[in-house]
């Protein structure tokens, strides 16, 4: 069953600390997003990567990083300098073509206290 | 910057009310456009997109969406809305200039009393 997989559902950490969000697709999907979810504010777009070892920066990257090793992953770390981590973070993928919708994930729910 | 408004943020209906759910993107060129719904505990799914030809598109589950673009509007409605349809709705664009870039709007709540 092709699909995108977000590990883990839920995820804790404390202040300061790095954490990292894992993304797995295997639709064989060229690009691959991260976006982020807020209550009243919809989804704002954090980074995209429209091929291997190619990302770009999306609307609010700052405190972010992301790496594109694998057409198959691309994991999400929130770094200590993200003034404000906890939220629903979700991760996309699709064909790349110009009008291909997109394909989601379940979703991670980062806490940071 | 691209941006992509939604300016109804809950819409309360009755069962068998229309429903019209309002969004705007800025200017940037040639767009694409989509409507994605979140039922409750669920992922975004696609309802329906527009990236060129009859500017009257039809989705799934009854839901259609009329592109103006002298307006720059990508209204969604639904003649008969059901419980069912209960959901966060959320408008998306990209431009010609970035296509793989995709901008979403704040979203629309969406509350049927049945």
């Known amino acids: 069953d092709g699909g995108i997989t977000q590990s883990p559902k839920y995820l804790f950490r404390k202040e300061g600390q790095n954490v990292t969000l894992s993304c797995e697709q295997n639709?064989?999907?060229?690009?691959m997003y991260w976006y982020r979810q807020d209550p009243g504010q919809g989804l704002r777009l954090i980074y995209y990567?429209?091929?291997?070892?190619?990302?770009q920066k999306g609307d609010i990257a700052e405190g972010y990083s992301v790496s594109r090793e694998k057409k198959e992953s691309f994991p999400l770390t929130v770094t200590s300098a993200q003034k404000n981590p906890t939220a629903f973070y979700l991760c996309?993928?699709?064909?790349?073509?110009?009008?291909?919708?997109?394909?989601f994930g379940n979703g991670t729910r980062l806490t940071v206290t | 910057a691209q941006s992509v408004s939604q300016h109804n943020h809950h819409v309360i209906l009755s069962e068998a009310a229309s429903l019209e759910l309002g969004c705007n993107y800025s200017?940037?060129?040639?767009?694409?456009l989509f409507w994605y719904v979140q039922y409750p505990g669920q992922h975004l799914q696609l309802l329906l997109k527009?990236?060129?030809?009859?500017?009257l598109v039809k989705g799934i589950k009854g839901f259609e969406a009329e592109f103006i673009k002298s307006k720059f509007s990508f209204n969604l409605r639904k003649p008969s809305v059901q419980w069912s349809d209960t959901a966060e709705y959320f408008c998306?664009?990209?431009?010609?200039?970035?296509?793989?870039?995709?901008?979403f709007g704040s979203g629309t709540r969406l509350s049927i009393r049945p």
């Open positions: 996309a993928s699709s064909t790349g073509q110009e009008n291909s919708p997109l394909h």
């Open positions: 639709l064989n999907h060229d690009a």
């Open positions: 990567s429209q091929i291997v070892n190619d990302f």
């Open positions: 200017y940037g060129g040639t767009v694409n």
């Open positions: 527009y990236f060129s030809g009859d500017p």
């Open positions: 998306a664009a990209s431009w010609y200039s970035s296509a793989s870039k995709i901008i």
